[in-house]
């Protein structure tokens, strides 16, 4: 079975950094996604397999979306941390692409999911 494993969530106060690592192999579209308290999936970022990357208009400028193949990990710097990022976050993955050439953030576009993993931002 295929999994992915995230970590590197944990507690941070706002305007603070973090990184969120997702182990696992590479897909065609890769994306994290953010579920705030008593909230549904939101996406805040993609890559898909060739390095084409989409990012939320509520995290540009703040997060990024990487890859290291070498070590069969998606990562996710999260800079300017806001008391609103605070939730769990998932590492989530798709063999085809929903949107061409780009990788959406829908979370029925992906079928396979990692267990998640904490950020929480005090103001």
């Known amino acids: 079975e295929v999994q992915l494993v995230e970590s590197g969530g944990g507690s941070v106060p706002a305007g603070g950094s973090l990184t969120l690592s997702c182990a696992g192999p590479v897909y065609t579209c890769m994306a994290w996604f953010h579920q705030a308290p008593g909230k549904g999936h939101e996406g805040v970022a993609s890559?898909?397999?060739?390095?084409?990357?989409t990012y939320a208009d509520s995290v540009k400028g703040r997060f990024t979306i990487s890859r290291d193949n070498a070590k069969n990990t998606l990562y996710l710097q999260m800079n300017s941390l806001k008391p609103e990022d605070t939730g769990m976050y998932y590492c989530?993955?798709?063999?085809?692409?929903?949107?061409?050439?780009?990788?959406?953030?829908?979370?029925?576009?992906?079928?396979?999911w990692g267990q998640g993993t904490q950020v929480t931002v005090s103001s």
């Open positions: 989530a993955a798709a063999p085809y692409s929903f949107m061409g050439p780009l990788c959406g953030h829908s979370p029925g576009e992906y079928n396979t």
């Open positions: 890559r898909n397999s060739n390095g084409a990357i």
